[in-house]
């Protein structure tokens, strides 16, 4: 992922081995996209998430919706996806989601009640793939755009 972006003409950080609980994760990476001169951060592992809700999602939709609560008041745009490489995402049939800051919801009562997929079919992002019997592990993309 890193050499393709670059190709692209990104500037790219990886944060390899996310391996930590969801919102020490989520602040991690918020860190990095912020303070970063990159304006590409690839990441990948598996974060765990204590769930307390009854909704429907999985730890890559959750990320996600984490990520653009912390990062829609921001200088920069920001546009990201993490999916997990073997297409189910917690007790969805989907693989993960992508979302941009420029759109203005709130998902906090989403997070509240672990139902990150209702957000994301509500205002859109889900990303379907389908099994892929190949589970190495979650990977992610944040692109940050200048305002």
Known sequence: M???SNKLGYNT?????????????????????????DNCIVFGGEPTVNVTG???GGRNQELVLRLYEKLKSNKY????????TDGIDGNT??????FSTEYEYDGTPYLKNNDSSSFFKKFGGLIETGVTQNNVNDIGVIIRHNL
């Open 77 to 84: 745009n920001f546009t990201f996806a993490s999916i997990g």
């Open 2 to 4: 890193k050499s393709k």
């Open 13 to 37: 950080t990886v944060i390899s081995n996310i391996n930590n609980h969801i919102e020490n994760t989520t602040k991690h990476i918020v860190d990095v996209a912020i303070k970063s001169r």
């Open 93 to 98: 049939k989907f693989a993960g989601s992508l």
């Open 54 to 56: 009854n909704g429907k």
